[in-house]
Every structure is written in structure tokens, then in C-alpha cells.
């Protein structure tokens, strides 16, 4: 499968490298393809282009930009680019403005997901992978054999069932809860507040969210 | 121990049968004594007085108020009754205003545990409980053999730590775990949108929140 990952932080890099391992076709979009030199050279098999290229490359979309700057990204990309297509939306809305932990530039009665999903009315964006750290997104079992949530929400029940299918497959997660459409993203999003204070107190990313039931 | 419960509603009710069962001192207080007839006959261990004859009473405080009646209510005891004592705050600032799932009053950049403890310097204020359903918070074996997390935080150490030790006595607590000081009330609070649109989709509180790591 073609895949577009927008963003070349370590997020990208962690799904880009994973998904050309298992023989996916996977181009990044970067603003600064000379940043990448280093990660091309060691994964000759993900493609490096624009934003607008890789958006254009992909069957399937990831953002995984940082939150401030996403909305700015996914439009300049176009919305020929991205339409009828599933967007993984990873960002989250973090302002680091008054240090840590952050605060949210957008939440409560609205989202980071719900304001791109209303900037690109023809995609189907998925949040997602937004409460977890990047190793954990590519390799759940490696924390308590996978035994831990993955949150997804949007609008369109297709797209959220394909995707939940491909990372069974792709990274073997077996709980994928479904927990509403796009303006469930308020509720994934806040998780981030307590996300964070937990990473600097236990001082790793390798925590994780269940929901016991 | 005598113990305060501030609240007569579903959450106060049932932390006071607990402990009255395990042999605690209970008072509730509560502006409405006519409508726990039923709950006084059926429980002859608890005490039934005003919010302030209830706060007087007790050595540790629990507010199983309503968040948005929480500052009014505990201003209106007064501080004398409360001053130097553990105030376990289980009340969210849940705004029902535009209907399920609600948002919340204050988050963010503040929250309802910190308004309380602004209100109330010389309480010991440990925002506990407000993640789970009140059968859990005194059974947390019924789900899962207790195979999950109830999050704390606070001020003062010594209270999060004499609390944790209480819990774990009475109820059964394994997982306390201890976010910070009472800033991270913004963190335990902003769960509550998720908690509440789990509890809309799967139809019963018999869910919780488990910290894998």
C-alpha cells in the first residue's frame, strides 16, 4: 500500500521505518529533506518528497506534524492532495508557551481533529495513535505483550474499521476501541495532560493507557 | 475513624455504607436529611446531620458534592471545620449545560481540585475518586480484581501517602498512583469527557482506567 507520512520528526520516522520494513510503499513529506539525509541512508526503501508530493503519493495518510502547525501543513498541501482519503490525525494540540507540563491550545467544546476534519471536509480523518509514544504506535506487544488501548475516532465508520484492520496487521494491535466520531477527539486530545505528567514522573514513554472492562 | 461525607447522592451514599459496614464513624451531610429516610433506615451505622455538623464531625473529609456546588458548599461549612484535615475531593467540574457528553467548567490551565485548595489553604486537599464509578471506588475487585489504577494527587505528600494507606485497608486499593501535586487535578479532571463517553457506549460504569507500564 502506498502511504503518505507528513512530518519527519520522530513519530514519522518511527512509522515510516516500520511500514517499509514490512514491505509497505511509504514516502515522507518534509519541509527539510536535508534533515532526513542520515534516516534515507540508513532506510533506502521509505521515499523522501514535499508535503504536497507525499500527500499526493499516499493511499493513505499520516500527520504526524506537531499540532501547531498542522492545520497550516494539511491546507497547503492541497485538498485535492488528501481527498476520499483516510488521515491518520496523531497531533495534538500541545502549547508549551508556559512550559511543562503543557496546555492545550484547543479542547473542552472543540479539538484539534474536528478543526481539521472541518478544514478538509472530503477526507476522512481518523485521530489516532495521539496517547501513546511513537515505539509503542509500530510495536504494542512490546509493552505488557499489548495488553493496553488504542483510541480511534471520526465520522466515517468504513474508514475506521479499514484502519483498525491495517494496524492489526501491520503492528498487531488487538485493542482498538472505537470511541466515537471526531468530536470524540476532545476526549483522546486531554488525555495529554496526564500523558505527559506520567512520562516525567515514571521519566519513559513506555506507558500506556487500558480501559479494563 | 470519623469520617465526613459531604454529599448525599449516589457517590456519598455508598462510600458511607462501606465504611459504617467496615466499622468507620460516618456522618453525611447533606441539606435534604428528609430524602435519606429510606438510606437511614437501611443503614442505622451512619450519622445524618448538616454539611457543617458533618464537617465538624469528621477527621477526614470526603466532598462527594456536585462540582458545581462544590466551593459554595465547602465555603459555606467553614474553614474552622475543615482546617488541618484531609479533604478527598471527588467532584468534577461537569458542565451538563449543552447536553451528553458534557464538558467541564474549569480545565485547562486550572481545575476544580486547585480552586478548592485556593479556597481552602489550610486543608489538605487529595483529588482521589473522580475517575470511576462509585461502586468501584469502594470495590475495586469487582472489576478485574482490581487490576487498575486510581489516580491521587495533592500538596502534601504525608496526606496523598496516610490516604493511599487508608484506601488500600478499606477497599482494597493496590494501584494508587500518585500524578503530583494539585495542578494535576487539570489532568485527572480532563478524563472525565473520555470516562463519560465510555460509559455512554458500553452502557454500565463498570469500566476504569488501568496505567500499564
Known sequence: MKISILGSGMVGQTIAQKLAQIGQDVMIGTRSPQKLAEFAAQNPGVKIGSFSESAAYGELVFNASKGDVSLELLQSVGEANLNGKILVDIANPLDFSHGMPPSLFVGNTDSLGEQIQRALPGV???????????????????LAGGDHTLFICGNDAEA???????????????????????????????????????FMKFGTGNIQFKIVR
Not at 124 to 142: C, E, H, Q, R
Not at 164 to 185: C, K, N, S
Open 124 to 142: 476522512k480523518v481518523v485521530k489516532a495513535f495521539n496517547t501513546l509514544s511513537a515505539p509503542l504506535m509500530v510495536d504494542p506487544g512490546a
Open 160 to 198: 475506521k474499521a479499514h484502519l483498525t484492520a491495517l494496524l492489526g496487521e501491520w503492528f498487531g494491535w488487538r485493542d482498538v476501541l472505537d470511541v466515537g466520531d471526531i468530536t470524540a477527539a476532545r476526549a483522546t486530545e486531554a488525555l495529554l495532560p496526564l500523558w505527559v505528567r506520567l
